[in-house]
């Protein structure tokens, strides 16, 4: 049986063969337009991260972008684009090809910018791009002075040995010119290190690789993750956010890795001192401050400072930066009174934002959905008088809630005011609604007694349904002998006016209640106020090699555009003739100019 054998190049051929292969390699990696295209889509990548916000969570980008965009983004993997794949692999080509042309040109620029001590050749000197010859009378003049002039025009000079036992004068200006070219090399080697260290590859090789996966349940309280799903306090980089209630601690954060989580474990202890927050007239927040404290494992204060919008508090390589803050924590006590029976006491209750409860006798849910602290409007939505630089009037906290009848599934969007409205000497308490899918408003303005609260006017209401029952008449006798009777009685002391003030307001709330859906009211009595801090703490320790490149690129542009190499070289060829040449590696038409004026120095 023949056995046939595949041909195969010669060794000599195949060694020439991978030599021209790895020489192909080699050009490619060291060519500018590979470096420049490179650092262009390095840049544009930047640009993007930069403009679209980085782990956030990705139920903000679906509401900012929808459904379709959203998913093209992430595809592209653009909400993470300083950790991602091909990010990271752009970078790393980067330093490779920036690497290699330092390897293969920084030798001969470190050649060229030693000091020679022979000529090279006569032939070199006749290439320069600038050359005189000066007949110069006899006593005139010596390579030492020659020298002094050059060295008065900012020149080093330096005795060289020529063929024949010739003495040549060489001057230079910026003979350290290639520094630039280094400069701005490793500076961009340094750029791309440190976008590497502050990627943390390690995590990201662990989690490319499944040794890590993120969690996706955003309602697990911090306290219930179980201690192996937490990245340890060394990890050399992370970023990620926590809210602190005002007076608590935290050890932890949460680091968005896709649509989930992990948490991160923190190398000291957070705790949130003090929180502060002014607004200004209209109501937009104008700072929020936040004043905090870390601790060691052990309990010991290590430091102690404030953090607020673009000052963040650093400590130990981390620092914590001040985001965003709410009130979700903060506790609001309601008031309940009974529509059907308002001779009942108000029940009162307390509940924070987010949270459920039945109402009505478990007929009703009532949900509260948000807290607004300042509401700013404009006066004349009140009927009040515009002064001048103060349209505008904080009406307080307002809280909206929503209650659904549990057997129809109709539901109604309330909007309770804590603080009570004042018109034309009346204090009145505001409540708007409307019904679920109908953005019709209806407002119902419920006066408040002499010694405030609504408890007065819900007597006032039980008595007249008690004096209709009996078979009292709609009269104004009847609304007046009811209200002072019902003033006696929950020792209410009104003075005419406000008797008048007060009844009058009631029965414009009256035909109000006339159209209001539901068998009771409630309204926000007090709030307990209690804020929470944003806090987003991150840990770069590639910024200061970052810092470090721009130091570095910013001194090798400077070297490159203005500090030009300028050389010229003086001997004397014969009796009295002076030959000089000289070159310069950037504006040769001003190195002409100076050159004739040299020229014409020395012949002096």
């Not at 910018?113 to 005139?140: D, T």
């Not at 036992?165 to 500076?187: M, N, P």
């Given at each position: 049986?023949?056995?046939?054998?595949?041909?195969?190049?010669?060794?000599?051929?195949?060694?020439?063969?991978?030599?021209?292969?790895?020489?192909?390699?080699?050009?490619?990696?060291?060519?500018?337009?590979?470096?420049?295209?490179?650092?262009?889509?390095?840049?544009?990548?930047?640009?993007?991260?930069?403009?679209?916000?980085?782990?956030?969570?990705?139920?903000?980008?679906?509401?900012?972008?929808?459904?379709?965009?959203?998913?093209?983004?992430?595809?592209?993997?653009?909400?993470?684009?300083?950790?991602?794949?091909?990010?990271?692999?752009?970078?790393?080509?980067?330093?490779?090809?920036?690497?290699?042309?330092?390897?293969?040109?920084?030798?001969?620029?470190?050649?060229?910018?030693?000091?020679?001590?022979?000529?090279?050749?006569?032939?070199?000197?006749?290439?320069?791009?600038?050359?005189?010859?000066?007949?110069?009378?006899?006593?005139?003049?010596?390579?030492?002075?020659?020298?002094?002039?050059?060295?008065?025009?900012?020149?080093?000079?330096?005795?060289?040995?020529?063929?024949?036992?010739?003495?040549?004068?060489?001057?230079?200006?910026?003979?350290?010119?290639?520094?630039?070219?280094?400069?701005?090399?490793?500076?961009?080697?340094?750029?791309?290190?440190?976008?590497?260290?502050?990627?943390?590859?390690?995590?990201?090789?662990?989690?490319?690789?499944?040794?890590?996966?993120?969690?996706?349940?955003?309602?697990?309280?911090?306290?219930?993750?179980?201690?192996?799903?937490?990245?340890?306090?060394?990890?050399?980089?992370?970023?990620?956010?926590?809210?602190?209630?005002?007076?608590?601690?935290?050890?932890?954060?949460?680091?968005?890795?896709?649509?989930?989580?992990?948490?991160?474990?923190?190398?000291?202890?957070?705790?949130?001192?003090?929180?502060?927050?002014?607004?200004?007239?209209?109501?937009?927040?104008?700072?929020?401050?936040?004043?905090?404290?870390?601790?060691?494992?052990?309990?010991?204060?290590?430091?102690?400072?404030?953090?607020?919008?673009?000052?963040?508090?650093?400590?130990?390589?981390?620092?914590?930066?001040?985001?965003?803050?709410?009130?979700?924590?903060?506790?609001?006590?309601?008031?309940?009174?009974?529509?059907?029976?308002?001779?009942?006491?108000?029940?009162?209750?307390?509940?924070?934002?987010?949270?459920?409860?039945?109402?009505?006798?478990?007929?009703?849910?009532?949900?509260?959905?948000?807290?607004?602290?300042?509401?700013?409007?404009?006066?004349?939505?009140?009927?009040?008088?515009?002064?001048?630089?103060?349209?505008?009037?904080?009406?307080?906290?307002?809280?909206?809630?929503?209650?659904?009848?549990?057997?129809?599934?109709?539901?109604?969007?309330?909007?309770?005011?804590?603080?009570?409205?004042?018109?034309?000497?009346?204090?009145?308490?505001?409540?708007?609604?409307?019904?679920?899918?109908?953005?019709?408003?209806?407002?119902?303005?419920?006066?408040?007694?002499?010694?405030?609260?609504?408890?007065?006017?819900?007597?006032?209401?039980?008595?007249?349904?008690?004096?209709?029952?009996?078979?009292?008449?709609?009269?104004?006798?009847?609304?007046?002998?009811?209200?002072?009777?019902?003033?006696?009685?929950?020792?209410?002391?009104?003075?005419?006016?406000?008797?008048?003030?007060?009844?009058?307001?009631?029965?414009?709330?009256?035909?109000?209640?006339?159209?209001?859906?539901?068998?009771?009211?409630?309204?926000?009595?007090?709030?307990?106020?209690?804020?929470?801090?944003?806090?987003?703490?991150?840990?770069?320790?590639?910024?200061?090699?970052?810092?470090?490149?721009?130091?570095?690129?910013?001194?090798?542009?400077?070297?490159?555009?203005?500090?030009?190499?300028?050389?010229?070289?003086?001997?004397?060829?014969?009796?009295?003739?002076?030959?000089?040449?000289?070159?310069?590696?950037?504006?040769p038409e001003d190195f002409h100019q100076e050159f004739l004026e040299i020229t014409e120095e020395l012949q002096s």
């Open positions: 049986m023949a056995i046939e054998h595949s041909p195969s190049l010669p060794e000599p051929l195949a060694r020439r063969h991978w030599s021209a292969s790895a020489r192909l390699i080699w050009q490619a990696l060291v060519s500018m337009r590979l470096a420049v295209h490179l650092l262009l889509f390095v840049a544009i990548a930047s640009i993007i991260g930069t403009i679209l916000a980085q782990q956030v969570s990705y139920h903000q980008y679906v509401a900012q972008f929808g459904p379709f965009w959203y998913r093209v983004f992430s595809d592209l993997d653009l909400y993470d684009v300083y950790r991602c794949g091909w990010y990271i692999g752009l970078v790393a080509f980067l330093v490779l090809s920036t690497a290699s042309c330092i390897t293969r040109n920084t030798p001969s620029m470190l050649r060229d910018m030693a000091l020679p001590k022979r000529l090279s050749s006569q032939k070199f000197l006749a290439s320069r791009a600038e050359q005189a010859e000066i007949s110069v009378a006899s006593g005139s003049g010596s390579l030492a002075q020659w020298g002094g002039i050059l060295r008065e025009r900012g020149y080093r000079t330096h005795t060289l040995a020529g063929p024949n036992g010739q003495r040549i004068i060489l001057a230079q200006k910026g003979r350290f010119y290639r520094l630039g070219y280094i400069f701005t090399h490793f500076a961009i080697i340094m750029f791309c290190a440190g976008a590497l260290y502050n990627a943390n590859l390690p995590l990201k090789i662990r989690e490319w690789f499944g040794a890590i996966s993120p969690l996706s349940n955003f309602a697990l309280p911090l306290a219930t993750i179980p201690q192996k799903d937490w990245l340890p306090a060394n990890d050399s980089a992370f970023r990620g956010i926590i809210s602190i209630p005002v007076g608590q601690s935290v050890n932890a954060m949460f680091e968005l890795i896709g649509d989930g989580f992990l948490v991160q474990r923190l190398p000291f202890t957070v705790h949130l001192d003090h929180f502060t927050i002014t607004h200004y007239r209209n109501g937009i927040a104008k700072s929020f401050i936040s004043r905090i404290s870390l601790y060691n494992a052990h309990g010991k204060l290590l430091h102690t400072g404030i953090a607020y919008p673009n000052h963040p508090l650093t400590y130990d390589g981390v620092s914590i930066y001040q985001t965003s803050y709410n009130d979700s924590r903060s506790v609001l006590q309601f008031q309940s009174h009974s529509l059907l029976d308002p001779e009942l006491p108000a029940n009162t209750f307390g509940v924070r934002v987010g949270q459920k409860l039945r109402a009505g006798s478990g007929n009703y849910e009532l949900a509260v959905e948000k807290l607004k602290i300042n509401n700013t409007i404009p006066r004349k939505d009140l009927g009040l008088a515009e002064r001048p630089g103060h349209s505008m009037i904080n009406v307080g906290p307002i809280v909206r809630y929503q209650v659904t009848d549990r057997k129809t599934g109709e539901s109604w969007i309330y909007k309770s005011y804590l603080r009570p409205l004042e018109r034309h000497g009346e204090h009145f308490l505001l409540l708007a609604y409307h019904q679920q899918g109908n953005g019709i408003e209806h407002y119902l303005a419920i006066p408040e007694g002499a010694q405030g609260g609504i408890g007065l006017f819900v007597h006032y209401l039980g008595a007249l349904e008690n004096a209709a029952a009996q078979g009292a008449n709609a009269s104004s006798t009847v609304f007046r002998q009811t209200l002072r009777q019902v003033a006696e009685a929950q020792n209410v002391q009104l003075t005419p006016q406000e008797r008048s003030n007060f009844l009058r307001a009631s029965l414009i709330a009256l035909r109000g209640l006339h159209d209001y859906p539901l068998p009771f009211l409630v309204t926000l009595h007090h709030l307990h106020l209690q804020w929470s801090a944003g806090l987003e703490m991150t840990k770069y320790p590639g910024m200061q090699i970052v810092y470090g490149a721009c130091f570095l690129l910013v001194g090798g542009i400077f070297i490159l555009f203005y500090v030009p190499r300028k050389r010229l070289w003086i001997r004397l060829t014969a009796a009295h003739q002076l030959r000089v040449s000289g070159d310069s590696s950037r504006n």
